[in-house]
């Protein structure tokens, strides 16, 4: 049980396009959904948390207008990628959770996000 | 702030061998600890868990104690195999926060050769 979904797994993308992820919980119902970004080698960045119905709440230093979240239902979270450049290449990452005070998140599989 | 400090990688170990990966947090309060693990193509997947001082998880021949007097969530196994191959992440969440948020290490590489 507790299985989240990430698609697409892999995406290029040209410079000046969006593009969107998708996320979903296929055997739970997620109050609450998180979206991280991974540099290689590096350690998960949180980037915004969502709640079903409700605003995304964005990390200091990430560009809201620039990373549209999209929690519609419980089951599905987006992230759609405004005008993508190369440097918003990266994997991104999203988790599920269930309410807001959890003990666990339950992760997908990741995106990898390359930008020309 | 919060914060957590993982040793580097890569390590590489041979089979059978003892593991060791340090982790140090930083935190105000008393956070519960994490050990998450990711291997190659999949996403990151609890390995154990630790939510007060002196309490130890244990997961798959994995353990890690909560030392809050030396502020470490250090992970071991005594004997690694090679299916044990992935990076792990040391993480904490901050107690009685309004949202579940994780703060993860750098992740450290395990290669465990045959």
């Known amino acids: 049980g507790a299985v989240v979904s990430q698609h697409p797994s892999w995406v290029i993308c040209k410079s000046g396009t969006s593009v969107k992820i998708e996320c979903r919980s296929l055997?739970?119902?997620?109050?609450?959904m998180f979206w991280y970004r991974q540099f290689p080698k590096q350690s998960l960045m949180l980037m915004a948390t969502?709640?079903?119905?409700?605003?995304?709440?964005?990390e200091q230093g990430v560009e809201k207008d620039k990373f549209l979240i999209n929690h519609a239902s419980l089951t599905l979270s987006t992230l759609t990628v405004t005008s993508a450049h190369p440097e918003d290449s990266s994997f991104y990452i999203c988790?599920?959770?269930?309410?807001?005070?959890?003990?666990?998140?339950?992760f997908g599989p990741g995106t990898r996000l390359t930008v020309t | 702030g919060n914060s957590v400090t993982q040793m580097e990688g890569p390590v590489t170990l041979s089979e059978e061998a003892f593991l060791t990966i340090n982790c140090t947090y930083t935190?105000?309060?008393?956070?519960?600890l994490f050990w998450y693990v990711q291997y190659p193509g999949e996403g990151l997947q609890l390995l154990l868990k630790?939510?007060?001082?002196?309490d130890k998880g244990s997961n798959k021949g994995f353990e890690a104690t909560y030392r809050k007097e030396t502020t470490s969530f250090h992970l071991e196994k005594g004997s690694v195999q090679v299916s044990d191959s992935a990076v792990y992440f040391c993480?904490?969440?901050?107690?009685?926060?309004?949202?579940?948020?994780?703060?993860f290490g750098t992740g450290t590489l395990l290669a465990v050769q045959p």
């Open positions: 969502s709640n079903e119905g409700s605003k995304a709440t964005y």
């Open positions: 993480a904490l969440r901050r107690y009685g926060g309004a949202t579940n948020k994780l703060i």
């Open positions: 630790a939510t007060k001082a002196d």
């Open positions: 935190a105000t309060g008393y956070p519960s």
């Open positions: 055997d739970f119902q997620a109050t609450t």
């Open positions: 988790s599920a959770g269930l309410g807001t005070s959890v003990n666990e998140q339950y």
